[in-house]
């Protein structure tokens, strides 16, 4: 079976500097909030081209408070899509914030145009958590020109597209905060969960690192009500310098995959939608969108051709159960966005999956 996701290849590769790091948290004895969280989090902003990276215990936590950073309180509009990990939404929910939906493009990124029609509509809407989606990266330029021709307080969830970019310009770096992820299944995926909040402000990184640590600004003095959500040094030292190291290079692998099938697959019920255009996707995911009465024959067809793959997401965020308990809001019908969860398939894509297997997904693919 081709696997959507293939640790063990994975583990073979960089199981001795793993080794190597577990050693050396463990024998300095240390950890929680020492000397391996510090060093990674210089090499995450590094890398990420932000001043500073303030490692959390999760993706849902960075999102969550990254809005409380921002001032986020229960009652405040929260604009968002209704086409991503349900952790971006929980995030505003945990808030007390009301999230409202505006629907999606054809390729399922956040339809900036739809924003900001509704923000002209509704000026008390101050908040915005867009989605770089499946690795693709929104227009950094016009999440930019939106921030100040609305004056929104913006946290960009970035779990899916660390290394990508747009026109140069990296995720995370048009709003006043990033979150991120580092699930085992992302590009940069530790070892269990673990997430980062990112920023090119001092005071907003002081503010994030008092949330994560119950709320102190200096040891047993608490000027918040905080979190306890902290990256341990473990999972730290395992992502600087077993992971982060190969991420450029994993990074350019997943390209080169989704090359050959963007090439390769030609089944006229088969669509293949790409990014924007000034897009460098890091390839988080690789979508493909059949007719929604054919997809679980798609994925029969698959699966009986040994290629593993899955959904991202079976449902819009407004349609899940967990939602008909608390207020959201929705700024328009988000068609495109429920016929599009109803018709994705993700193909595998990781950076260990050979030039062979890539042929014969490609193969299974044009064969249904």
Same mark, same amino acid.
């Given at each position: 079976?081709?696997?959507?996701?293939?640790? #063990?290849?994975?583990?073979?590769?960089?199981?001795?500097?793993?080794?190597?790091?577990?050693?050396?948290?463990?024998?300095? +004895?240390?950890?929680?909030?020492?000397?391996? @969280?510090?060093?990674?989090?210089?090499?995450?902003?590094?890398?990420?081209?932000? *001043?500073?990276? $303030? +490692?959390? $215990?999760?993706?849902?936590?960075?999102?969550?408070?990254?809005? %409380?950073?921002?001032?986020?309180?229960? +009652?405040?509009?929260?604009?968002?899509? !209704? /086409?991503?990990?349900?952790?971006?939404?929980?995030?505003?929910?945990?808030?007390?914030?009301?999230?409202?939906?505006?629907?999606?493009?054809?390729?399922?990124?956040?339809?900036?145009?739809?924003?900001? *029609?509704?923000?002209?509509? #509704?000026?008390?809407?101050?908040?915005? /958590?867009?989605?770089?989606?499946?690795?693709?990266?929104? !227009?950094? !330029?016009?999440?930019? %020109?939106?921030?100040?021709?609305?004056?929104?307080?913006?946290?960009?969830?970035?779990?899916?597209?660390?290394?990508?970019?747009?026109?140069?310009?990296?995720?995370? &770096?048009?709003?006043?905060?990033?979150?991120?992820?580092?699930?085992?299944?992302?590009?940069?995926?530790?070892?269990?969960?673990? +997430?980062?909040?990112?920023? #090119?402000?001092?005071?907003?990184?002081?503010?994030?690192?008092?949330? =994560?640590?119950?709320?102190?600004?200096?040891?047993?003095?608490?000027?918040?009500?905080?979190?306890?959500?902290?990256?341990?040094?473990?999972?730290?030292?395992?992502?600087?310098?077993?992971? @982060?190291? =190969?991420?450029?290079?994993?990074?350019?692998?997943?390209?080169?995959?989704?090359?050959?099938?963007?090439?390769?697959?030609?089944?006229?019920?088969? %669509?293949?939608?790409?990014?924007? &255009?000034?897009?460098?996707?890091?390839?988080?995911?690789?979508? /493909?969108?059949?007719?929604? *009465?054919? =997809?679980?024959?798609? @994925? *029969?067809?698959?699966?009986?051709?040994?290629?593993?793959?899955?959904?991202?997401?079976?449902?819009?965020?407004?349609?899940?159960?967990?939602?008909?308990?608390?207020?959201?809001? @929705?700024?328009?019908?988000?068609?495109?966005?429920?016929?599009?969860?109803?018709?994705?398939?993700?193909?595998?894509?990781? !950076?260990?999956?050979?030039?062979?297997?890539?042929?014969? /997904?490609?193969?299974?693919?044009?064969?249904?």
């Amino acid at each position: 079976m081709i696997l959507a996701n293939d640790f #063990r290849r994975q583990w073979a590769e960089i199981r001795e500097d793993a080794m190597r790091a577990v050693e050396q948290v463990g024998a300095r +004895g240390w950890f929680v909030l020492g000397q391996a @969280l510090h060093e990674f989090e210089q090499a995450l902003a590094a890398f990420w081209g932000l *001043e500073y990276a $303030a +490692g959390v $215990a999760s993706g849902l936590d960075a999102i969550e408070i990254s809005l %409380r950073v921002l001032g986020c309180s229960p +009652g405040d509009r929260v604009l968002t899509t !209704p /086409v991503s990990a349900f952790a971006t939404t929980l995030a505003i929910v945990k808030t007390g914030a009301i999230p409202v939906f505006v629907d999606t493009d054809e390729r399922g990124l956040l339809d900036l145009g739809r924003c900001c *029609e509704f923000l002209r509509r #509704r000026p008390d809407v101050r908040y915005f /958590v867009p989605v770089h989606l499946y690795g693709h990266a929104l !227009p950094v !330029p016009e999440l930019r %020109r939106m921030r100040e021709e609305f004056g929104l307080k913006v946290v960009e969830d970035c779990a899916q597209s660390i290394g990508a970019s747009f026109h140069g310009e990296a995720p995370g &770096s048009a709003g006043q905060l990033a979150a991120t992820s580092f699930y085992p299944t992302k590009n940069l995926g530790a070892m269990g969960d673990g +997430g980062a909040i990112l920023t #090119r402000d001092p005071a907003l990184d002081a503010l994030a690192r008092a949330l =994560r640590d119950y709320g102190q600004t200096a040891k047993y003095r608490h000027e918040y009500l905080g979190y306890n959500s902290r990256l341990d040094e473990v999972q730290a030292a395992f992502l600087r310098h077993a992971c @982060l190291p =190969r991420l450029e290079q994993w990074t350019r692998r997943r390209r080169a995959i989704s090359s050959a099938y963007r090439e390769g697959i030609g089944h006229r019920e088969v %669509r293949v939608p790409g990014a924007h &255009s000034g897009s460098n996707s890091c390839w988080h995911l690789f979508p /493909v969108f059949v007719s929604p *009465e054919r =997809r679980n024959d798609f @994925l *029969e067809h698959l699966k009986a051709s040994g290629v593993e793959a899955g959904i991202h997401y079976p449902a819009a965020i407004p349609d899940q159960a967990a939602l008909s308990t608390v207020p959201f809001e @929705l700024a328009d019908d988000c068609a495109i966005a429920r016929r599009l969860c109803r018709s994705e398939v993700s193909l595998p894509i990781h !950076p260990y999956l050979t030039d062979a297997e890539a042929r014969s /997904v490609i193969e299974a693919v044009n064969a249904w």
